[in-house]
């Protein structure tokens, strides 16, 4: 195959637009895949993504197609993350191809998450081909939706393909849109050994398989390859294509899109971002834009059963095969015990994450509230960066306490811009601009601490405009705030595990709030148990949880033991999710409670 | 080996308000019918179990002195016939103060019966008429002279709190009534609605006035102090006897001893297996006439219920859980299996030991049910 008759291109879809939808369809069209093996194996695999909607690991698939100009055509089709935590994922994805389908629902419009991936992807000098989906739905607005698309992103939407995916319409379109305007690769075959890694995944048998565009030079296998950010150097022996499963080829070339294995055990070796180069003959400089993973939100993960603590290590090595922006190291709470403080790149990875302990590894985990990271200036001058409320120094050792600051980007129907705003400045939210999308979609970007987002900000937001917001995060920086941490003592003893940082403002409401939460929360045990909140010393709210009532089976009738046990059984089921602080016993959902105050 | 034999009589007068179990009034025929079929079974179980040692009879119900005199004596004398019943220390049968004559009494006494237990449940008239009970406080007074008058010189009663309606000062007023009766042995049962039962229906309506949970709580507590107070030391959760007076039958469920049980829904303990029989009368006797087993098919007890069963019903008891025994019994200590609960449990106040026994704490009795809960194992 000629370089010129190679396209690589991604879908840029939010979540719910028809993004796999799509995916499937082009795979089938094309032929490289029947409808009933599309049944076994569909571009996102697991249970969790197809029950979310959401891709968590991006995939690959090489399409094999006869143009309308007679002649064969390779189309990559690179899929993507599809979750704001996945930004930088997301921008290695595009960085591989040369065009994107924007996809987006013909009923929904333009949302943030499309929005910044769409100007990523202009940043990439990706070729954008809209696609308007889900046209036969009865209440598309197609051609209110092309306006948008032109007024908001500035796409002529002229030639915007009108496709319904789920009925099979405009697929071939698509095709023959992507093969006239996608740019074919422009990279050298002859010149050094340039690819980028656009994702990895484990295999078993061969260890990490990289995934990777060729932007110049070719891969063969026995050369002796080098990563240009990780230093890391190995010997090549597998080299393919997806289709969707792996197919082994003799080469990749400048344009080409595949995977290498190799002698590659460990994934943190393999660096999405980073450039692969022949170790003999290496390319003068790295492709731009490689960054290390840097997770944004913490918490801590302790097994209820303390007996699983080596099974969550076990759990927690195993999925990192496949995920390197997922960190944990050791770490004790006094309440907890034993357990992993892990470092996700947002909400929605550390959701996940849990989730996939939970099933896959059937752990039974308690979680504590995420955190973010605090810069913590000391009086000795020291700077000290703090991931667990707990480990925050004494308040007469600390100058200043700097918070990292988003920049929120919210678009809703501008009927709920009041609701927005009145949250967002409850969330010490500032006001940066406003932008009508539209006569009825309101574009609005704020300025917030990450502190106030991990809290219930989304949540808050999707219930008070009825779901139609959607949202979109970046850092910004870190600015100096007044916070301070507010602990919890049951039954008399702090519990580090239920501490936080807050601001100072907020604090005696929070610690009110928080307090009654858990009044709802812990049951009733044997012994009357205090519920205080404090800053410092200074107790600033308490409940109490009353003694339970007496609990004991008079009579046995006749011998009839069996009507007992059934009876203990029941009661056993029923408070299994409990963990012991000191003598105080705590379901889980108190460890997250301080998420669901306000 | 000693055993324990249980003979359940279904019938009542009527049917409590509270009452789940399985009885009914029944006809006179229904009656006779079922006497019939029982005296069949037991005829059968005296031959299976020839070789055992009778040690307690336990005749409860329902209410067995709801039977006509000529039906009990039937029982009774079909039990000696077929049993031996030589060794038997403790003969006990359930009596409600409405329904005991001095005739019946005298026959009772006759044929070897012991012990009796009395439903008192309350010494207030409006509170017993509200609960179900057929019989008032002055027939349980007079119930309980004529057995005395008869002979019978180890009597129980049994008491209830948090009932509907029920003050703290009418519960203190039966147990000062029930003490000044100075009877053996006194059980109190705090009631519970259980499906199936008037009181469950009425308070699905919304029109049962139950105490409040506090009120409740303090029932126990007062109850729980005043009866040792007076010299019933409390040898099982909900058993109070004076010295030498506990029901060794009613022990012999605590204490992993066997027992079989004749007649409907009752149940057996025998070889560590625990088996039951149909629970409808009249299956009961349908299938004892056809020449069929009335036990119904219960699922083996495993290796793990046997200790948990152990463990939960020993702990019941004063003298609590014979660590020692359970050794011999399981061939594995039981730190080995329970290790990490038990010293939680007693951190926690809820279990003490003493020497080679655990027992229940004064708390740890208050919350049985958590702490037994805790001895179910995983499955």
Redesign the interface.
């Given at each position: 195959m000629q370089t010129k008759n190679i396209r690589n291109f991604s879908i840029i879809a939010h979540i719910d637009h028809g993004k796999s939808t799509i995916a499937d369809r082009l795979i089938e069209y094309t032929g490289t895949l029947s409808k009933r093996e599309m049944e076994a194996q569909v571009l996102d695999s697991m249970d969790l993504e197809r029950e979310r909607g959401i891709t968590i690991k991006a995939q690959t698939v090489r399409l094999d197609y006869q143009g309308a100009d007679g002649q064969m055509y390779e189309l990559n089709l690179i899929d993507t993350p599809g979750h704001v935590d996945f930004t930088y994922e997301v921008s290695r994805s595009l960085a591989a191809c040369e065009g994107a389908l924007l996809v987006v629902d013909a009923a929904q419009g333009v949302e943030a998450q499309t929005l910044a991936n769409v100007y990523m992807a202009l940043e990439n000098e990706l070729e954008i081909i809209p696609v308007i989906n889900k046209i036969d739905l009865p209440s598309a607005e197609p051609e209110m939706v092309k306006k948008e698309i032109e007024d908001v992103i500035g796409l002529d939407t002229s030639d915007a393909v009108m496709a319904s995916a789920k009925s099979g319409i405009g697929i071939k379109e698509i095709l023959d849109k992507v093969v006239e305007k996608v740019p074919s690769p422009a990279g050298d075959p002859e010149k050094p050994l340039k690819a980028l890694i656009f994702d990895s995944n484990f295999d078993s048998y061969k260890g990490v398989i990289a995934h990777i565009r060729v932007i110049d030079g070719c891969i063969k296998p026995g050369m002796t390859l080098k990563m240009m950010a990780t230093g890391k150097s190995f010997e090549v022996t597998d080299i393919g294509c997806f289709r969707p499963a792996p197919v082994i080829m003799p080469e990749l070339y400048a344009g080409q899109v595949g995977f290498i294995a190799g002698s590659l055990k460990n994934v943190k070796d393999v660096r999405v971002g980073d450039t692969v180069t022949n170790a003999e003959a290496p390319a003068a400089e790295a492709l731009p834009g490689y960054r290390g993973v840097n997770p944004m939100v913490y918490c801590g993960l302790y097994p209820i059963d303390s007996a699983d603590y080596d099974n969550l290590k076990d759990a927690l090595e195993k999925l990192q095969l496949n995920d390197a922006a997922l960190m944990f190291e050791p770490e004790t709470s006094t309440a907890l015990g034993f357990g992993y403080r892990c470092g996700f790149l947002g909400l929605l990875h550390m959701d996940v994450i849990q989730e996939r302990l939970e099933r896959e590894y059937n752990l039974k985990l308690i979680t504590t509230a995420p955190s973010v990271i605090y810069h913590v200036y000391k009086t000795n001058g020291e700077m000290i960066k703090i991931d667990n409320p707990s480990n925050l120094p004494p308040t007469t050792e600390i100058d200043h306490i700097d918070e990292p600051y988003v920049k929120a980007t919210v678009i809703v129907p501008n009927d709920y811009v009041g609701a927005v705003m009145e949250i967002s400045q409850e969330k010490r939210g500032e006001f940066k601009n406003m932008d009508y999308l539209d006569v009825n979609r309101v574009m609005i970007t704020y300025y917030i601490p990450l502190n106030e987002i991990i809290y219930d900000y989304f949540d808050r937001l999707k219930s008070s405009t009825r779901g139609y917001a959607s949202l979109d995060y970046e850092l910004v920086d870190y600015r100096q705030s007044k916070l301070v941490k507010l602990d919890v003592l049951l039954n008399g003893e702090a519990v580090d595990a239920l501490s936080t940082i807050v601001h100072i403002d907020r604090a005696a409401m929070r610690g009110r709030q928080l307090a009654a939460k858990l009044k709802g929360i812990i049951p009733q045990q044997?012994f009357e148990i205090p519920i205080q909140a404090a800053i410092g010393n200074k107790v600033i709210a308490r409940e109490t949880v009353r003694a339970?009532?007496?609990?004991?089976?008079?009579?046995?009738?006749?011998?009839?033991?069996?009507r007992?046990?059934k009876?203990?059984?029941k009661?056993?089921e029923g408070?299994k999710r409990m963990k012991?602080v000191g003598?105080v016993e705590v379901p889980q959902e108190a460890f997250m409670a301080i998420l669901k105050i306000d | 080996m000693q055993i324990g034999l249980?003979v359940?009589i279904p019938f009542c007068r009527q049917k409590c308000f509270y009452c789940d179990?399985a009885s009914a009034a029944g006809t006179v025929l229904l009656q006779q019918a079922y006497v019939k079929a029982l005296c069949r079974e037991i005829e059968q179980a005296g031959k299976q179990y020839a070789g055992e040692s009778i040690h307690t009879v336990?005749i409860?119900g329902g209410t067995p002195t709801a039977l006509p005199e000529t039906l009990l004596q039937e029982i009774l004398e079909k039990l000696q016939h077929s049993f031996v019943l030589s060794e038997v220390v403790e003969f006990t049968v359930e009596a409600n103060p409405g329904t005991v004559t001095k005739e019946k009494l005298m026959l009772l006494k006759t044929l070897g019966v012991n012990r009796l237990s009395f439903g008192v449940q309350s010494f207030d008239d409006g509170l017993l008429k509200k609960i179900g009970r057929i019989h008032t406080s002055d027939d349980a007074l007079a119930a309980i002279a004529e057995a005395r008058a008869a002979g019978f010189s180890n009597i129980s009663m049994d008491l209830m709190y948090g009932l509907p309606g029920q003050t703290m000062e009418m519960l203190q007023e039966s147990v000062k009534t029930a003490l000044s009766q100075k009877v053996e042995h006194i059980s109190?049962?705090?009631l519970?609605i259980e499906e199936q039962t008037e009181f469950f229906r009425r308070q699905e309506r919304g029109e049962l006035d139950l105490p409040s949970?506090?009120l409740?709580?303090a029932m126990?507590e007062y109850m729980t102090k005043a009866l040792p107070a007076a010299g019933y030391g409390r040898y099982e959760?909900?058993n109070f006897a004076r010295d030498g007076f506990m029901s060794r039958h009613?022990m012999s469920?605590w204490q992993d001893k066997a027992?079989i049980?004749l007649g409907a829904?009752?149940?057996?303990?025998y070889g560590n297996e625990?088996f039951?029989n149909v629970a409808e009368t009249s299956d009961y006797i349908n299938r004892l006439m056809a020449g069929e087993s009335p036990a119904e098919v219960?699922e083996e007890s495993t290796r793990d219920?046997l200790m948990?069963?152990f463990c939960?019903?020993a702990l019941r008891t004063s003298q609590g859980i014979d660590t020692v025994a359970f050794l011999q019994k399981f061939g594995c200590g039981i730190d080995s299996v329970y290790g990490s609960k038990l010293s939680?449990l007693q951190?926690?106040g809820?279990i003490v030991q003493n020497q080679q026994y655990l027992n229940l704490t004064e708390?740890g009795?208050?919350?049985?049910?958590?702490v037994?809960?805790?001895?179910?194992l995983e499955k």
């Amino acid at each position: 195959m000629q370089t010129k008759n190679i396209r690589n291109f991604s879908i840029i879809a939010h979540i719910d637009h028809g993004k796999s939808t799509i995916a499937d369809r082009l795979i089938e069209y094309t032929g490289t895949l029947s409808k009933r093996e599309m049944e076994a194996q569909v571009l996102d695999s697991m249970d969790l993504e197809r029950e979310r909607g959401i891709t968590i690991k991006a995939q690959t698939v090489r399409l094999d197609y006869q143009g309308a100009d007679g002649q064969m055509y390779e189309l990559n089709l690179i899929d993507t993350p599809g979750h704001v935590d996945f930004t930088y994922e997301v921008s290695r994805s595009l960085a591989a191809c040369e065009g994107a389908l924007l996809v987006v629902d013909a009923a929904q419009g333009v949302e943030a998450q499309t929005l910044a991936n769409v100007y990523m992807a202009l940043e990439n000098e990706l070729e954008i081909i809209p696609v308007i989906n889900k046209i036969d739905l009865p209440s598309a607005e197609p051609e209110m939706v092309k306006k948008e698309i032109e007024d908001v992103i500035g796409l002529d939407t002229s030639d915007a393909v009108m496709a319904s995916a789920k009925s099979g319409i405009g697929i071939k379109e698509i095709l023959d849109k992507v093969v006239e305007k996608v740019p074919s690769p422009a990279g050298d075959p002859e010149k050094p050994l340039k690819a980028l890694i656009f994702d990895s995944n484990f295999d078993s048998y061969k260890g990490v398989i990289a995934h990777i565009r060729v932007i110049d030079g070719c891969i063969k296998p026995g050369m002796t390859l080098k990563m240009m950010a990780t230093g890391k150097s190995f010997e090549v022996t597998d080299i393919g294509c997806f289709r969707p499963a792996p197919v082994i080829m003799p080469e990749l070339y400048a344009g080409q899109v595949g995977f290498i294995a190799g002698s590659l055990k460990n994934v943190k070796d393999v660096r999405v971002g980073d450039t692969v180069t022949n170790a003999e003959a290496p390319a003068a400089e790295a492709l731009p834009g490689y960054r290390g993973v840097n997770p944004m939100v913490y918490c801590g993960l302790y097994p209820i059963d303390s007996a699983d603590y080596d099974n969550l290590k076990d759990a927690l090595e195993k999925l990192q095969l496949n995920d390197a922006a997922l960190m944990f190291e050791p770490e004790t709470s006094t309440a907890l015990g034993f357990g992993y403080r892990c470092g996700f790149l947002g909400l929605l990875h550390m959701d996940v994450i849990q989730e996939r302990l939970e099933r896959e590894y059937n752990l039974k985990l308690i979680t504590t509230a995420p955190s973010v990271i605090y810069h913590v200036y000391k009086t000795n001058g020291e700077m000290i960066k703090i991931d667990n409320p707990s480990n925050l120094p004494p308040t007469t050792e600390i100058d200043h306490i700097d918070e990292p600051y988003v920049k929120a980007t919210v678009i809703v129907p501008n009927d709920y811009v009041g609701a927005v705003m009145e949250i967002s400045q409850e969330k010490r939210g500032e006001f940066k601009n406003m932008d009508y999308l539209d006569v009825n979609r309101v574009m609005i970007t704020y300025y917030i601490p990450l502190n106030e987002i991990i809290y219930d900000y989304f949540d808050r937001l999707k219930s008070s405009t009825r779901g139609y917001a959607s949202l979109d995060y970046e850092l910004v920086d870190y600015r100096q705030s007044k916070l301070v941490k507010l602990d919890v003592l049951l039954n008399g003893e702090a519990v580090d595990a239920l501490s936080t940082i807050v601001h100072i403002d907020r604090a005696a409401m929070r610690g009110r709030q928080l307090a009654a939460k858990l009044k709802g929360i812990i049951p009733q045990q044997m012994f009357e148990i205090p519920i205080q909140a404090a800053i410092g010393n200074k107790v600033i709210a308490r409940e109490t949880v009353r003694a339970m009532r007496k609990d004991v089976l008079a009579k046995c009738y006749g011998g009839d033991i069996s009507r007992k046990r059934k009876l203990l059984e029941k009661q056993k089921e029923g408070k299994k999710r409990m963990k012991s602080v000191g003598s105080v016993e705590v379901p889980q959902e108190a460890f997250m409670a301080i998420l669901k105050i306000d | 080996m000693q055993i324990g034999l249980y003979v359940h009589i279904p019938f009542c007068r009527q049917k409590c308000f509270y009452c789940d179990f399985a009885s009914a009034a029944g006809t006179v025929l229904l009656q006779q019918a079922y006497v019939k079929a029982l005296c069949r079974e037991i005829e059968q179980a005296g031959k299976q179990y020839a070789g055992e040692s009778i040690h307690t009879v336990y005749i409860g119900g329902g209410t067995p002195t709801a039977l006509p005199e000529t039906l009990l004596q039937e029982i009774l004398e079909k039990l000696q016939h077929s049993f031996v019943l030589s060794e038997v220390v403790e003969f006990t049968v359930e009596a409600n103060p409405g329904t005991v004559t001095k005739e019946k009494l005298m026959l009772l006494k006759t044929l070897g019966v012991n012990r009796l237990s009395f439903g008192v449940q309350s010494f207030d008239d409006g509170l017993l008429k509200k609960i179900g009970r057929i019989h008032t406080s002055d027939d349980a007074l007079a119930a309980i002279a004529e057995a005395r008058a008869a002979g019978f010189s180890n009597i129980s009663m049994d008491l209830m709190y948090g009932l509907p309606g029920q003050t703290m000062e009418m519960l203190q007023e039966s147990v000062k009534t029930a003490l000044s009766q100075k009877v053996e042995h006194i059980s109190i049962y705090g009631l519970q609605i259980e499906e199936q039962t008037e009181f469950f229906r009425r308070q699905e309506r919304g029109e049962l006035d139950l105490p409040s949970d506090e009120l409740v709580d303090a029932m126990y507590e007062y109850m729980t102090k005043a009866l040792p107070a007076a010299g019933y030391g409390r040898y099982e959760i909900s058993n109070f006897a004076r010295d030498g007076f506990m029901s060794r039958h009613n022990m012999s469920y605590w204490q992993d001893k066997a027992y079989i049980g004749l007649g409907a829904s009752a149940h057996s303990y025998y070889g560590n297996e625990r088996f039951f029989n149909v629970a409808e009368t009249s299956d009961y006797i349908n299938r004892l006439m056809a020449g069929e087993s009335p036990a119904e098919v219960e699922e083996e007890s495993t290796r793990d219920i046997l200790m948990e069963e152990f463990c939960f019903l020993a702990l019941r008891t004063s003298q609590g859980i014979d660590t020692v025994a359970f050794l011999q019994k399981f061939g594995c200590g039981i730190d080995s299996v329970y290790g990490s609960k038990l010293s939680r449990l007693q951190k926690k106040g809820l279990i003490v030991q003493n020497q080679q026994y655990l027992n229940l704490t004064e708390l740890g009795m208050k919350y049985g049910n958590v702490v037994f809960a805790e001895f179910i194992l995983e499955k």
